[in-house]
């Protein structure tokens, strides 16, 4: 799944469809003044991450490489 670009107003305005499609595996950037300011990922890769995955930076760069 590609990674989805979202500005912080659309986010607002669509929360609920946003919480949704990460449950489902879709990756968001969230974009203030055109600038990064978040990203929001599934939980599941979430909780790899904190837990010390062995290959975050390849999971990391597979992740930003489907955009």
């Known amino acids: 799944m590609k990674t989805k670009s979202i500005n912080v107003s659309q986010l607002q305005a669509e929360a609920s ?3 949704k499609e990460v449950g489902e595996g879709q990756v ?3 974009m203030r003044y055109s600038d990064l300011a978040a990203v ?3 939980a599941k890769e979430y909780e790899k991450l904190k837990n010390g995955c062995h ?3 390849d999971e990391i760069k597979q992740i930003i490489s489907e955009k």
């Open 17 to 19: 469809q946003v919480i």
């Open 28 to 30: 968001f950037e969230v």
């Open 40 to 42: 929001i990922i599934p």
């Open 55 to 57: 290959h975050c930076v």
